[in-house]
Every structure is written in structure tokens, then in C-alpha cells.
């Protein structure tokens, strides 16, 4: 099971099954994620390392959508943001790390 999906289209979800989703742990799928950025002399492209996982521990992807998000907010229903609602996939701040 896809757990960021699942908690992303279910909105009713029963503690039970919140309970079993946060006791199989974070998915921490390698995602195809890539950026390219225009500098003054050349070009910059920074590739997703899976590595960011091991910095920060809240921190799920999904391979579906190919983003990242807040798992803690997405079990215990956290804040309305972009780390809750559609993914990341930049470098974006989470209000818990800021």
C-alpha cells in the first residue's frame, strides 16, 4: 500500500488504520526528481538524493506523485500546506524545521 496516497484521497481515516500506516513507517522511495537552474556563467541541475531521508526524519515520498511530504502531519492530520496537500519538490521549508 501507497501510504501517502492512501492518506492523501482518504480523509476518513479511523485511528486503527492511522495507527497501522505510522507502525509500517515512512516510505522512502528513491523519486526521479530533478531541478535545473540558470546561473550567471552556466546551468545547475541538483538530482533527489535518497540521503535526505536520513536528515530528516519526517520527512516521506511518494512514487506515485513523485513529491515529498510531511509524514508526521500526514498521519496525525497536521496544518493545510504544500508538505500536507501536494508534495514538494524543491526546496521548500517546513514550518517544524524553520
Request: net charge positive; charged share 25%.
Amino acid at each position: 500500500m501507497n501510504s501517502v496516497d492512501y492518506l492523501l484521497t482518504n480523509k476518513d481515516i479511523t485511528y486503527e488504520i492511522r495507527t497501522e500506516i505510522k507502525r509500517l513507517g515512512r516510505p522512502i522511495p528513491d523519486l526521479i526528481i530533478s531541478k535545473t537552474y540558470v546561473g550567471k556563467s552556466r546551468n545547475y541541475t541538483r538530482n533527489f538524493n535518497s540521503s535526505v531521508y536520513d536528515r530528516f526524519k519526517w520527512l516521506c515520498g511518494c512514487p506515485k506523485r513523485n513529491k515529498l511530504f510531511c509524514f508526521i502531519c500526514l498521519v496525525v492530520g497536521g496544518n493545510q500546506s504544500t508538505w500536507t496537500q501536494e508534495g514538494c519538490v524543491g526546496k521548500g521549508r517546513h514550518k517544524a524545521t524553520a
